[in-house]
């Protein structure tokens, strides 16, 4: 049987290794955040953003940043449907209440004009996910928000090297947040990162992710508030330090599996990610959608994937598809885009004739 196809996994070099081998060695006492500092700094000149905090999960990022906007029971927050619950869990852990809106056939990411009509006098938030590494529009976003006095905050956890304007993903609304989960464009392991510009927001949020304790307290184990324990550890935070300096060369893998899929796959009925004029995309997840109308199964393409030894992964569901949430058949596109949509594989050392074998797959479904 051929190699087996993951869909992703993470690329680890000597750097990672030597920085993690150092860091379990040496990282303690008074090192005991030194990789975590240069991490944060290093993410910070990468993105071009002013304040970033590592923490140990984009949820609990995403956590602490509504928090810190003042998020709390019977608000709503505005965001797109299709989308992982990772981005709408931590709404409701703070009592408020999840709003979903349709998505675009084109970038699959919130409706604006979707989001416009969702606005309550509840509404407290809205947040743009950069779904695949796809731009939400975010202009037209920032707008609104503008006009009804609400923040945009951008959930980036898939948009490591995506940018709009030539700014990156992620610095452009209220905070953003990023993950560096296993499978994401780079990784320590499990770890994620609050971003933001404003000072006084990186303070509150520094607050809560120290147990509630202000940073210019003095007295030990004095807490101001009720915070939260999101951090990431020193030896996470070594591994991240070898990624940041490798990250121009990780975005430039995903970006190379992308186009080798788009150029082979051209002709076929079916839309890949777009990166129309002024962005960037990082491409973390190379996706088909079949277009409209034309006979396709994704089970025959998962199958036929199973049967190659390559994973298959299904695009995501809508959110108020889950027993948790109302179910609102009435957003067509977000209900329309699943059945036709699936994500292929993309990792930095993806060979071509490992994407050939892809292909023939997604080429065989769709010309049965
Ligand atoms: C992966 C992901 C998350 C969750 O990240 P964790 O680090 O696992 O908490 C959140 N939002 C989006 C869009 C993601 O892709």
Known sequence: MSS????????????????????????????????????EQGFAAHLGAKHVIATSSCTGAMHM??????????DEVILGNTNWIASAAPITYLGAKPVFV????????????????????????????????????????????????????????????????????????????FSFHGTKTM?????????????SLYEKVLTLSNHGRDRSQRKQFWSDVVGFKYKMSNVQAAIGCAQVERIGDLIAGKRRIFAYYQERLQGLPLRMNPEPAGTVNGFWMPSIVVDEGVPFDREDLLQRFQAENIDGRVFFWP?????????QPEHTVAYGLWPRAVNLPAYHDLSDADMDR????????LQR
């Open 358 to 365: 892809v292909i023939a797959c997604v080429r065989a479904s």
């Open 319 to 327: 959110l108020t598809m889950l027993p948790m949430f109302e179910d």
């Open 187 to 199: 990784t320590t392991g499990e770890g994620g990162a609050f971003v933001c510009n404003d000072d």
């Open 102 to 177: 349709d998505v675009l056939p084109d970038t699959w990411c919130l409706d604006p004009a979707q989001v416009e009509a969702a606005i309550t006098p509840r509404t407290k938030a809205i947040i743009a996910v950069h779904l695949y590494g796809n731009l939400a529009d975010m202009d037209a976003l920032l707008a609104i928000g503008q006009r009804h006095g609400l923040p945009v905050v951008e959930d980036a956890a898939e948009a490591i090297g995506s940018q709009w304007r030539g700014r990156s993903a992620g610095t452009l609304g209220a905070f953003g947040t």
């Open 65 to 74: 940043g509504l928090a810190a906007l003042g998020v709390g029971p019977g």
């Open 4 to 39: 087996r196809v993951y869909y992703t996994k993470p690329s680890i070099t000597e750097l990672e290794v030597s920085y993690a081998t150092d860091a379990v060695r040496h990282g303690w006492g008074d090192q005991c955040y030194a990789y975590i500092t240069r991490f």
